[in-house]
């Protein structure tokens, strides 16, 4: 496990790493028909690491020709149960001990902690795929109770072939989320990484062929949302796409389905999760603690980040103090130091962006309290910015309403648990809350009232596989996770047979 390698010796694995940079198509790896590849750049650097094949439509066409095809062979469709649980089980194993190279190559592809890409990413990935491989033969369908006459079967069963568009903050945790269910399912899949973290995904493929997923069963199409991402969500022969990323995406995607075919779409959007720290907390320590690593994780790119701190006014100042003690010592550094807590920001571009909300909270008259600017470390060439915090934030400012994705903290005060409940709905989106407080009447009215897919009660950012994940409102619609993920996968069949005589 790299968590138990030096820096030293994470340098020089990286430095020998092989990079698989091609798309993943009917059971082999093919560069784009076009022949373009595109760069793939270390953010930690701002170095190109690789290029990456620039899968566009009739890449799109070939992968989609090649899931259908084997789906209809039925080798995997219609493979018995226990016989998916084994090839599944087999996959996440592979993935388990290959787990060093990969989340090397997830450390350096979007600049996150080797220390959570070995110790979160990587493993949380492979329990999930096995997760499902373990449950999918302990599903039983159903029969209607209709009376004598009839016997009505429903029947749940895989819809053909699904389209994975995944973002870059947990490239391979997040594409995992959806392969797990898709082939548990029966489905065949076809994953469009990021373009900004291609690497693990295209990785997989290899691993998924050898645990006995047949071909074409599992693709991968690199490449840009605009191409590759636009021609699977237009697609005639695609049956649903499964997407995880912005707001902004998942309504093309909406567009996409409604003028071509009609396809399946969930969606897992963004977030601006209140996190709503009560005077009566058990433990404001913890309460602060638990909120500073709930913006400062992950550089702050999580979907379900506590962007906003919500705290009644007679505690603010000491869990403030508290979160920016905690923060200072969540200094960004090299991504590769098993001793980094917080890593490079994706790209330049949502370093800017970062930025540039830094700047509208400054001008909007929030009070910058800690942070607040790119920071140069050894690699100068990286894209690093310092946890930053905010107090005296308005909810209506630009800062509290618009997700920034990035380790920005919005800190509002309020006077009560009723007031914090209006501040924390006042948003278009519905990811993730948290309440903390002693009291468990209040514990319940604030979670119920909370429009949100989770709500935390004194703790944040917890839970497991077997709990679903995703949104109300604009943070979109299906779950992950769970065996409600298996919804998305399948159709429901009734089977009406009438019983003569
Ligand atoms: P994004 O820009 O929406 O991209 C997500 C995926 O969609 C990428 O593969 C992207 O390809 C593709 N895409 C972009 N434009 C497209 C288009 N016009 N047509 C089809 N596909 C297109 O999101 P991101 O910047 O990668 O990730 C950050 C966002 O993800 C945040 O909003 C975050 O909240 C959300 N997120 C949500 C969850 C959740 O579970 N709810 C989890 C993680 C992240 P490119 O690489 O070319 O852009
Ligand atoms: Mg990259």
């Known amino acids: 496990m790299s968590a138990a390698l030096s820096f030293d010796d994470l340098k020089s694995r990286a430095s020998t790493l092989r990079f698989h940079n091609k798309a993943f198509i009917g059971g082999t790896y093919v560069d784009a028909a076009s022949g373009k590849a595109f760069d793939c750049v270390n953010p930690a650097t701002g170095r190109v690491l690789t290029k990456v094949a620039e899968c566009d439509k009739e890449d799109v066409n070939r992968a989609v020709k090649a899931a259908r095809s084997a789906f209809d062979k039925g080798h995997w469709s219609r493979m018995a149960p226990a016989q998916r649980k084994k090839r599944l089980q087999k996959f996440a194993d592979l993935i388990d001990s290959h787990s060093t ?41 159903e029969i209607a109770p209709t009376g004598a006459e009839a016997v009505s079967l429903i029947r749940r069963e895989p819809l053909g072939v699904v389209a994975a568009v995944v973002p ?42 050898e645990a006995g997923i047949p071909e074409g069963v599992f693709n991968v199409v690199p490449g840009f949302g605009e191409t590759a991402g636009q021609a699977l969500g237009r697609h005639m022969d695609v049956d649903a796409v499964t997407f995880t990323g912005s707001a902004e995406v998942g309504k093309f995607f909406l567009r996409y389905a409604g003028e071509s075919n009609m396809k399946r779409v969930s969606l897992e959007c963004g ?46 100042d000491r869990v403030l103090d508290k979160v920016m ?138 839970g497991d596989i077997s709990s679903p994940f995703g949104g109300f409102k604009q943070s979109g619609f299906g779950r ?22």
């Not at 990969?102 to 096995?130: F, H, Q, V």
């Not at 433990?283 to 979907?303: H, K, M, R, S």
């Not at 923060?327 to 370093?351: C, E, F, R, S």
Request: proline content about 4%; overall charge negative.
């Open 325 to 462: 003690e905690v923060g200072k010592t969540l200094q960004p550094g090299d991504p590769l130091d098993p001793g980094t807590k917080m890593g490079a920001i994706v790209d330049q571009t949502q370093m800017e962006r970062i930025l540039g909300y830094i700047e509208a909270g400054k001008k909007e008259g929030a009070k910058l309290r800690m942070g607040g600017s790119r920071v140069r470390t050894a690699n100068d060439g990286g894209f690093y910015i310092e946890p930053t915090v905010f107090d005296q934030v308005d909810n209506r400012m630009k800062i509290a309403q618009e997700e920034i994705f990035g380790p920005v903290l919005s800190t509002i005060s309020v006077k009560d648990a009723d007031e914090a409940i209006r501040v924390g709905n006042d948003t278009i989106y519905g990811l993730a809350a948290a309440v903390w407080t002693r009291d468990i009447n209040k514990a319940f009215k604030v979670a119920g009232a909370l429009r949100a897919g989770v709500v935390w009660v004194n703790c944040f950012d917890h």
């Open 480 to 501: 992950d996770k769970s065996l409600h993920a298996l919804d998305k996968y399948t159709e429901l069949k009734t089977i009406w047979i009438h019983v003569g005589g």
């Open 101 to 141: 190279e990969l989340a090397l190559l997830e450390t350096l592809d979007m600049g996150k902690p080797i220390r959570d890409s070995s110790k979160i990413d990587i493993p949380l990935s492979a329990g999930c795929i096995r997760w499902y491989g373990e449950a999918i033969d302990k599903i039983y369908d």
């Open 168 to 209: 870059w903050n947990f490239p391979l945790l997040m594409a995992s989320w959806k392969i797990g269910p898709v082939l548990a399912a029966g489905n065949s899949i076809i994953v469009k990484p990021a373009e900004q973290s291609p690497l693990t995904a295209i990785r997989i493929a290899e691993l998924a062929m």
């Open 271 to 316: 977030g601006k999760t209140p996190n709503i720290v009560l005077a009566d907390a058990p433990d404001l320590d913890a309460a602060a603690t638990a909120a500073a690593w709930g913006i400062f994780f992950n550089q702050g790119e999580v979907c379900n980040a506590g962007s906003r701190l919500i705290v009644e006014d007679s505690i603010k």
